[in-house]
């Protein structure tokens, strides 16, 4: 495929549960960033990786969410102990080129996010 | 901290009006700005960016966006809509130096009668 995918589409857990997301970028793509989007607002920041580098991770919530990208290409995005306030969209974007300083006008390409849902 | 506030949640027009959607941002630095659109059922996808020259930019779909540096605006339009300009439009802003989040606005509704 020529897109970012992403999956489960959808995910229901109990409060309490370990859920991992997963994004396959577009190949080639050098970088990787995880949104998330609750109900009636933007895309928020959550973490920026450059290859297996992750440079940013400072809109992560809490030390419950761990984002991995061990081989630079496909991402996993791993919520410990799902809270109900984790209850969203969680977006996966790749862009070809690596962010920051005047990279970082490089269109990004988003998936089709994973709905998350905590009971 | 850097935020992009956009003034309409929902907008609904009827075809052939023309569309503005306004975009206001936050940030004392250069800055990229985008905005990006999501119609029913698809992903998020780009229809213009700006980051230097000629301020006002033309995107898909008959699209445009004027920067406005002192009035830190960055607004779309489009002199007449379509029935498939229905989606959802979101702006967003990044630094030109340093760092790597984008932010985004929370987005307008626009529904287009036919």
């Known amino acids: 495929g020529a897109g970012v995918s992403q999956s489960p589409r959808y995910k229901v857990a109990k409060r309490g549960q370990d859920v991992a997301l997963r994004c396959d970028p577009i190949?080639?793509?050098?970088?990787l960033f995880w949104y998330q989007q609750a109900l009636g607002q933007g895309p928020e920041f959550l973490t920026y990786?450059?290859?297996?580098?992750?440079?940013?991770k400072s809109g992560l919530p809490s030390d419950r969410f761990f984002a991995e990208r061990p081989e630079g290409s496909v991402s996993t995005l791993k919520i410990q102990r799902t809270q109900q306030e984790d209850s969203a969209v969680y977006l996966c974007?790749?862009?070809?080129?690596?962010?920051?300083?005047?990279?970082?006008?490089?269109?990004?390409?988003f998936g089709p996010g994973t709905r998350l849902t905590v009971l | 901290a850097q935020s992009v506030s956009q003034h309409n949640h929902h907008v609904i027009l009827s075809e052939a009006a023309s569309l503005e959607l306004g975009c206001n941002y936050s940030?004392?630095?250069?800055?990229?700005l985008f905005w990006y659109v999501q119609y029913p059922g698809q992903h998020l996808q780009l229809l213009l960016k700006?980051?230097?020259?000629?301020?006002l930019v033309k995107g898909i779909k008959g699209f445009e966006a004027e920067f406005i540096k002192s009035k830190f605006s960055f607004n779309l339009r489009k002199p007449s809509v379509q029935w498939s300009d229905t989606a959802e439009y979101f702006c967003?802003?990044?630094?030109?130096?340093?760092?790597?989040?984008?932010?985004f606005g929370a987005g307008t509704r626009l529904f287009v009668k036919a």
């Open positions: 700006y980051f230097s020259g000629d301020p």
């Open positions: 974007a790749s862009s070809l080129l690596g962010a920051g300083g005047p990279l970082s006008t490089d269109t990004q390409y």
């Open positions: 190949s080639g793509h050098v970088s």
């Open positions: 990786f450059q290859n297996e580098a992750q440079l940013d």
């Open positions: 940030y004392g630095g250069t800055v990229n």
């Open positions: 967003a802003v990044n630094a030109q130096t340093g760092g790597f989040k984008t932010i």
